[in-house]
């Protein structure tokens, strides 16, 4: 059974940070591209942050700079450090696997980031 767990959402102030998990079971980690994507009310969800099996890393560029993705492929884990966060940072957060177009995708975690 495939499974992605987030965890680290919450309640921040702008400007602040959160660094949000991703565990990862049932797959081969360490041969998967691993993604955030977030979705706003309303809005499409979009690609934040991406992670390759040799670590090549891409980034939206409305979080450039202020977000880090990582991978712990020996605990099969992938993070997504938010550095100064912003109101339109809110959104639901959703942790993906992707291996030559096989997808797997977690239930989500919500940040929202006041104001």
């Known amino acids: 059974q495939v499974q992605l767990v987030e965890s680290g959402g919450g309640l921040v102030q702008s400007g602040g940070s959160l660094r949000l998990s991703c565990a990862a079971s049932?797959?081969?980690?360490?041969?998967?591209?691993m993604n955030w994507y977030r979705q706003a009310p309303g809005k499409q969800r979009e690609l934040v942050a991406r992670i390759s099996s040799g670590e090549f890393t891409n980034y939206v560029d409305s979080v450039k700079g202020r977000f880090t993705i990582s991978r712990d492929n020996a605990k099969k884990m992938v993070y997504l450090q938010m550095n100064s966060l912003k109101p339109e940072d809110t959104a639901v957060y959703y942790c993906?696997?992707?291996?030559?177009?096989?997808?797997?995708w977690g239930k989500g975690t919500q940040v929202t980031v006041s104001s």
């Open positions: 049932g797959i081969i980690f360490s041969v998967y591209a």
């Open positions: 993906n696997a992707d291996y030559i177009g096989t997808m797997h």
